[in-house]
C-alpha cells in the first residue's frame, strides 16, 4: 500500500477570483475591503414574479474572450465562470501544467447546482420543440462533472481527479479532497467550486429552499449576523485554488505561498433533511476537530472566516457553535463574513471564503462582516465592522450546506516560502 | 496500517430489490432490459432501458420520505438499509460527539446526474410543458431545492443512520460509484472515519436524459429485441442502454469488524483514478489512462496482476469503449488479461450511470463470496478487437480471491478499484 503521508501540509500557491465583488482576485479584494456592496435587482431575467428579485451578478465577464467561442458554446456559465477563475489561478501561480508530467496535475473541484441555464434551454427545447432540437452538448454541459472534466481537457491534466457535492460547504470539501490527493502523491491540485444559478428554473427551486430574502432593497437583501437578518441572496461565481505539495512547490520555484492547509474535518448535524439541528454540538465539533487536525488551540487562530447564514435562527446557532468550540477564546477571536456584500454562491462561496482569508493573511488585514448595521449583541461576537490591520497567521475557515454539512478549514501562514516537508 | 473491509451490501437494480434477487438474475445470466414503459418513447432514436420494477412504501420509505425525494435517493436509502441490516451494526440513535469509543461514521455516495428526473417533471408542469421560459413559481413544490443540489442524497443517508462524521456526494459521471466508494476508503485508510456507507444511485430514465445520449448516439437503437440489447464486446453492440438502480455497501475498519465478529465479504485493497485529459465523450484506442489507473490501484494492495481472479469490465457496449477497456487490461496485466474472466454485468442491468459503479463492487464482492463470476448477457459474436475471455452467456464456478473492477465515464475519468478477499496471512 502506498501510505498516505498524513503529516504532509499541502500549500495554497494560486488564486483566482471572479465575483460580483470583481472580475481578478485583486479587484475582488479592493471592492470587499471598501465594503462595497454589489447585491442589486436581477437583470439577466425578468424576476418580478419571483419573491427573490435581488442577487449578486456578475457584470462585463465576456466568456468567449476568456475561453474561446467553441468552448463557450459547449458549456454551460457555471462551467465559464470556474474554468475563468482556473486561468487567473494558474497565471497567479505561475504554475504551467504543460511544464511537468500531466499525472502531476488534478482537478478537485465541487459542485452545486450543476449547468442551470444550459439544461433548462434544452429541456425548454426537447418540450416545445422535439427530440431532434436538443443540443449534442447537453449530455456533457449540464451534469456536475462538466466542469471538472473540461478544465482536466483544456490544460491537459490526467492525475486522480474529482467533483464532490455538499452544498454550500463544497468549496472547503474540495480542499480536503486536493489535500487527500497530494498526500497520495499528486504533486499539485486544482481546487475551488463555482456556481450559476440566476435562472427562472434554478431560482424557482433555490426559494423553495426557505432561505432567501424576499427584499427588493439591496441594502436589505442579505445582512449576516444582522439584528434584521432575512436570508440571503444568490450570487454567482467561480473561485479557483491551485494547490501544491510543499517540497514541489519549493523545487519548481513558486513565486508565493499564500498559506498551508493545516488542519480540516468535517460533520454532518444528521438531524433532518433540510434545517440544521437546533444543537449546534456537531458543527463545534468540526471546528474543534480541525484544530485537533492542525496541532492549533483556540487562541492560536487569528480570524474566523464565518458561514454567516444572515438568518437570525442559523446566525444563531453559528455563534453557540463558536462559543462551544472556542470556550473562554470566542469573545476574543475577530469573526466575519464579508460575503454579505454579494450573496451566497453555494460552494463556490466557500471557496472565496477560502480565498479571503488566504489574502487576509497575506496582506495582514481582515475584512469586514459584509453589509452589517446592527450586530445582535446577544451572539457575544467580535465581528469585524471595519477592515481591520493586524497581523494573520491562522485563519479558521467554515462552512454549512443545506441538510446539515458541517466543514472546518485551518490555513496558516508559512514562515519560510516553500518549507520542505519530506 | 488501517485495512477497509466490506461488511454489508445492499442492491436496488432492474430485475429486483435486493442483493439475492440481484445475484440471481446475474448468475442466470437474465436480462433486465426492456422497451422504456416509464413514458412513451417512440420519438427517441434508443427506446430500450434497464427499469426497475420499484416500489418505494412497499420497500419501507415512509409517504414524507418518498413525497420529498427524487427516485436516486428513493433507492439509495433502501439499499443503504439493506447495507447497514447485512453488516449487523446498529446505527442510529443519538450520539455524543465526546465520546471517544464511538466510530466515525461517514457516507460517501455517487450520482452522475442527481434528481434528474424529478427536476424534468416539474419544470415541465412550472414552465406548461415547455412555453414559457419564466417558470410559474406557484406552481413549483415544496421540494425542489432538494432536487436541484444532490448532496440531498448524503444528507438523506447520513440523517437515516445518525452518521455524523464527513459526509458528501461524489459526482463524476460515469465514475461516481466508484469513486464514492474509493474515497470512502480512503476515509477509512486515513483515520477519517472508522464506518463509511459508502455507494452510488442513479435514476436518469426521463426524456431529457434519453434525449441527450440519442443526440450524441451514445445509446442502442436495437428497439425491436431488448431484451438483448446490451451487448458488450459482441461484434454488433451499437451502444449503451440506460438503466438506473443503487448499490451501497458497509465499508468498516477491519479491526473495528473483526473486533465485533462482522462477516467480512473481502478488504479493498487499492483505488486510484486518471483522467485522460483528450476529449468528453471520446476516447483513444490505446487505453492507456485506464491502464495507468488500473496499475496504481494494484500496487497499492501489492497485488500482482496475475493474482487477479476476476475482471469487471465497465463493459457499457459503445464500439469504443469496449475496445479502449480491452486495450486497457492488455496494458496493465499483459499476458493475464488473455486469461482472466473478463465480464460486463451491463449486458444484463443496463448502465445506470454514476450508480453503476458501485453495483459492480457489490457484484465483485458477491462474486468473491460466492465463488462464481456473472457473464456478460447477449454475446454471439466475437469482434476481432475484442479477444479476452468475456465470460459468455453462462456463469462461472471460479474461486475469486482477488477481483478488478473499472469505469470510465463522460469528462475523461478513469477508475479503478481491488478487491481482495484477504488473510491475516498476508
Redesign the interface.
Known amino acids: 500500500?502506498?501510505?498516505?503521508r498524513?503529516a504532509l501540509r499541502p500549500v495554497v500557491t494560486g488564486v483566482g477570483v471572479i465575483a460580483p465583488s470583481g472580475i481578478g482576485t485583486e479587484e475582488h479584494w479592493r471592492s470587499t475591503l471598501r465594503g462595497e456592496l454589489r447585491v442589486k435587482p436581477i437583470t439577466s431575467?425578468?424576476a418580478s414574479?419571483?419573491?427573490t428579485t435581488l442577487a449578486g451578478q456578475i457584470d462585463g465577464f465576456d466568456p468567449a474572450g476568456r475561453l474561446g467561442g467553441r468552448l463557450v458554446l459547449?458549456t454551460d456559465r457555471w462551467t465559464w465562470l470556474g474554468m475563468a477563475a482556473t486561468e487567473l489561478a494558474l497565471s497567479d501561480a505561475s504554475y504551467d501544467p504543460a511544464a511537468h508530467d500531466?499525472?502531476a496535475t488534478?482537478?478537485v473541484f465541487a459542485?452545486?447546482?450543476?449547468g442551470n441555464d444550459f439544461?433548462?434551454r434544452?429541456?425548454?427545447?426537447?418540450?416545445?420543440?422535439?427530440?431532434q432540437a436538443?443540443?449534442?452538448y447537453?449530455?456533457?454541459a449540464?451534469?456536475?462533472?462538466?466542469t471538472?472534466?473540461?478544465t482536466?481537457?483544456r490544460?491537459?491534466?490526467?492525475?486522480?481527479?474529482?467533483?464532490?457535492?455538499?452544498?454550500a460547504a463544497?468549496g472547503l470539501?474540495s480542499l480536503?479532497?486536493a489535500r487527500?490527493t497530494i498526500?497520495?502523491g499528486t504533486p499539485a491540485v486544482l481546487a475551488g467550486a463555482a456556481e450559476a444559478?440566476l435562472t427562472?428554473?434554478?431560482l424557482?427551486?433555490?426559494?423553495?429552499?426557505?432561505r432567501l430574502s424576499t427584499s427588493s432593497e439591496p441594502k436589505a437583501g442579505y445582512k449576516p449576523f444582522d439584528r434584521s437578518a432575512g436570508g440571503h441572496v444568490p450570487a454567482e461565481g467561480g473561485v479557483t485554488l491551485v494547490v501544491e505539495d510543499p517540497a514541489s512547490a519549493a523545487a519548481r520555484g513558486a513565486p508565493k505561498i499564500y498559506a498551508e492547509i493545516a488542519g480540516y474535518?468535517?460533520?454532518?448535524?444528521?438531524?433532518?433533511?433540510?434545517d440544521p439541528s437546533p444543537d449546534p454540538?456537531?458543527y463545534?465539533?468540526a471546528m474543534?476537530r480541525a484544530l485537533v487536525d492542525a496541532d492549533l488551540s483556540p487562541a492560536d487562530v487569528d480570524v474566523i472566516f464565518a458561514d454567516g447564514a444572515g438568518s437570525r435562527d442559523l446566525d444563531d446557532l453559528e455563534a453557540r457553535a463558536i462559543h462551544l468550540a472556542f470556550g473562554a477564546h470566542a469573545e476574543h477571536v475577530p469573526v466575519t463574513a464579508p460575503q454579505g456584500l454579494i450573496g451566497r454562491m453555494?460552494a463556490g462561496g466557500s471557496a472565496l471564503a477560502a480565498a479571503n482569508a488566504l489574502l487576509s493573511i497575506r496582506d495582514g488585514v481582515i475584512p469586514a462582516v459584509g453589509n452589517l448595521d446592527d450586530p445582535l449583541p446577544q451572539y457575544r461576537l467580535d465581528l469585524v465592522r471595519e477592515p481591520r490591520e493586524t497581523p494573520v497567521r491562522v485563519a479558521m475557515v467554515n462552512a454549512r450546506?443545506?441538510?446539515?454539512?458541517n466543514s472546518s478549514l485551518i490555513l496558516r501562514a508559512v514562515e519560510t516560502p516553500a518549507r520542505g516537508d519530506s | 496500517?488501517r485495512r477497509t473491509a466490506i461488511t454489508g451490501i445492499g442492491v436496488v437494480a432492474p430485475g429486483g430489490t435486493g442483493s439475492k434477487e440481484f445475484w440471481h438474475l446475474l448468475t442466470d445470466g437474465r436480462t433486465a432490459t426492456r422497451r422504456l414503459s416509464f413514458f412513451d418513447p417512440s420519438?427517441?432514436?434508443s427506446q430500450v432501458a434497464a427499469e426497475c420494477d420499484f416500489d418505494p412504501a412497499a420497500a419501507g420509505l415512509t409517504p414524507q420520505e418518498i413525497a420529498?425525494n427524487d427516485r436516486f435517493i428513493q433507492f439509495a436509502l433502501v439499499a443503504a438499509t439493506e447495507a447497514v441490516t447485512d453488516s449487523g451494526l446498529e446505527l442510529g440513535g443519538d450520539a455524543d460527539?465526546a465520546d471517544p469509543d464511538q466510530p466515525l461514521v461517514a457516507?460517501s455516495m455517487g450520482s452522475?446526474?442527481?434528481a434528474t428526473t424529478r427536476?424534468?417533471d416539474e419544470?415541465?408542469i412550472?414552465?406548461n410543458?415547455?412555453?414559457d421560459?419564466?417558470?410559474?413559481?406557484s406552481y413549483?413544490?415544496?421540494?425542489?431545492?432538494?432536487?436541484?443540489?444532490?448532496?440531498?442524497l448524503?444528507?438523506?443517508v447520513?440523517?437515516r443512520?445518525?452518521?455524523?462524521?464527513?459526509?458528501?456526494?461524489?459526482?463524476?459521471?460515469c465514475t461516481?460509484g466508484i469513486?464514492a466508494v474509493g474515497?470512502g476508503h480512503?476515509l477509512i485508510?486515513?483515520?477519517e472515519a472508522d464506518i463509511v456507507i459508502a455507494g452510488a444511485s442513479d435514476a436518469p430514465l426521463s426524456?431529457?436524459s434519453?434525449?441527450?445520449?440519442?443526440?450524441?448516439r451514445?445509446t442502442s437503437a436495437r428497439n425491436d429485441d431488448p431484451e438483448h440489447a446490451s451487448r458488450p464486446f459482441d461484434a454488433t453492440r451499437d451502444g449503451f442502454v440506460m438503466g438506473e438502480g443503487s448499490a451501497v455497501l458497509v465499508l468498516e475498519e477491519l479491526a473495528h469488524a473483526r473486533a465485533r465478529g462482522a462477516h467480512v465479504y473481502c478488504e479493498v485493497?487499492?483505488y486510484?483514478?486518471?483522467?485522460?485529459?483528450?476529449?468528453?465523450?471520446g476516447l483513444k484506442a490505446d487505453g492507456l489512462?485506464m491502464a495507468?489507473a488500473i496499475s496504481d490501484a494494484l500496487?497499492?494492495?501489492?497485488t500482482d496482476p496475475a493474482r487477479i481472479d476476476y475482471v469487471n469490465a465497465h463493459g457499457s457496449g459503445t464500439k469504443q469503449n469496449d475496445r479502449h477497456e480491452t486495450a486497457a487490461f492488455k496494458k496493465a496485466l499483459g499476458q493475464h488479461a488473455y486469461t482472466v474472466p473478463v465480464s460486463s454485468i451491463k449486458s444484463m442491468v443496463g448502465h445506470s450511470l454514476g450508480a453503476i459503479g458501485a453495483i459492480e463492487v457489490a457484484a465483485c464482492a458477491l462474486a468473491i463470496e460466492n465463488r462464481v463470476v456473472p457473464p456478460t448477457a447477449n454475446w454471439a459474436r466475437p469482434d476481432p478487437e475484442c479477444d479476452l475471455d468475456y465470460v459468455p452467456n453462462i456463469a462461472r464456478d471460479h474461486d475469486v480471491t482477488v477481483a478488478l473492477s473499472v469505469g470510465s465515464?463522460?469528462?475523461?475519468?478513469q477508475s479503478a478499484i481491488v478487491l481482495d478477499r484477504g488473510s491475516d496471512a498476508r
Not at chain 1, 1 to 4: E, L, N, V
Not at chain 1, 122 to 131: D, H, K, P, T, V
Not at chain 2, 140 to 152: E, K, Q
Open positions: 500500500m502506498i501510505a498516505a498524513p431575467f425578468d414574479r419571483y419573491t459547449q500531466p499525472y488534478s482537478v459542485a452545486g447546482s450543476g439544461g433548462q434544452e429541456i425548454q427545447r426537447l418540450w416545445s420543440l422535439g427530440r436538443v443540443s449534442v447537453q449530455s456533457i449540464w451534469f456536475y462533472a462538466a471538472t472534466g473540461q482536466s481537457i490544460h491537459g491534466l490526467k492525475g486522480p481527479s474529482a467533483v464532490v457535492v455538499t452544498d463544497g470539501d480536503a479532497q487527500r498526500r497520495r444559478g427562472p428554473y434554478a424557482t427551486c433555490q426559494i423553495t429552499g426557505g474535518a468535517a460533520t454532518h448535524d444528521a438531524a433532518h433533511h433540510r454540538r456537531w463545534a465539533e474543534r453555494c450546506g443545506y441538510g446539515g454539512f | 496500517m420519438q427517441f432514436r420529498r460527539p457516507v452522475a446526474v442527481g427536476l424534468e419544470y415541465v412550472a414552465s410543458s415547455g412555453r421560459w419564466l417558470v410559474d413559481p413549483a413544490s415544496s421540494f425542489l431545492y432538494h432536487a436541484l443540489v444532490p448532496s440531498c448524503a444528507t438523506e447520513a440523517y443512520f445518525a452518521a455524523h462524521g464527513p459526509a458528501h456526494v461524489v459526482s463524476t459521471g461516481s469513486d474515497y480512503q485508510v486515513d483515520g426524456p431529457i434519453i434525449a441527450c445520449f440519442d443526440a450524441i451514445a485493497t487499492g486510484a483514478a486518471r483522467s485522460n485529459a483528450f476529449h468528453m465523450t489512462d495507468v500496487r497499492q494492495g501489492h465515464g463522460f469528462g475523461g475519468f
